[in-house]
């Protein structure tokens, strides 16, 4: 079983967390040293070395949690309750929107996992490259799970390759957000998703 840690201790935790996360996105993560995180929040070293070991462990608790929080959307209790109901065509637009804005906003939430998906954070190794390709595999698995649920309920072609399928549309939602990111455009525009959407479903109900 998980420890649950302290309220004050999880606070603690989030603090050097998000400076951290800031300074890898200003400065670099090569460039972005222990000592620095602990300046910042006038804290000694030891602080920070009873919650990670290194900034890369920061990096990658940031990572997990994207995961976690994407595990929670494509929830299977909820995904079966919800096509259990035999939802029309209308209703399955509405959970797909829902699901493509709650994954949007998990990423913008950690616009850090956007731009070490897109190599923009300097400094960072093979392990963290390797950690990402398989954070996104993972996404990529989710979704490729849905889609083949969605072809075995009649739902979807039936010819689709679901992993070839969950690539395309985790691929491109990535790109999308970096592209409006990047622009400073909003990418929980809601015409913006509705349209992710119906181009997505266009492609894959029956």
């Given amino acids: 079983m998980k420890e649950t840690m302290p309220p004050k201790g999880e606070r603690r935790r989030q603090q050097i967390v998000n400076t951290a996360k800031q300074m890898f996105i200003d400065k670099g993560f090569q460039s972005t040293h222990i000592g620095q995180v602990c300046e910042k929040l006038n804290i000694a070293r030891g602080t920070v070395y009873q919650y990670f070991r290194n900034k890369k462990e920061i990096l990658f608790a940031i990572i997990d949690v994207v995961l976690e929080k994407m595990g929670d959307i494509f929830d299977q209790d909820d995904f079966n309750e919800f096509?259990?109901?035999?939802?029309?065509?209308?209703h399955i637009q509405e959970f797909i929107n829902k699901r493509l804005s709650s994954c949007i906003s998990v990423l913008l939430g950690e616009p850090i996992v956007i731009k070490l998906i897109f190599k923009e954070v300097v400094g960072v190794d093979d392990e963290v490259n390797e950690r990402i390709n398989n954070s996104i595999s993972s996404i990529e698995k989710m979704v490729s799970s849905e889609i083949e649920d969605l072809m075995?309920?009649?739902?979807?072609k039936n010819y689709l390759i679901p992993e070839v399928t969950a690539t395309l549309v985790v691929g491109g939602v990535l790109l999308v957000i970096y592209e409006y990111?990047?622009?400073?455009?909003?990418?929980?525009?809601?015409?913006?998703?509705?349209?992710?959407?119906k181009y997505y479903l266009h492609g894959v109900l029956k």
């Fill in 152 to 156: 075995k309920k009649g739902i979807y």
């Fill in 83 to 90: 096509f259990n109901s035999n939802p029309s065509s209308d």
């Fill in 181 to 197: 990111n990047k622009k400073k455009k909003n990418a929980l525009d809601a015409n913006l998703i509705e349209n992710i959407s």
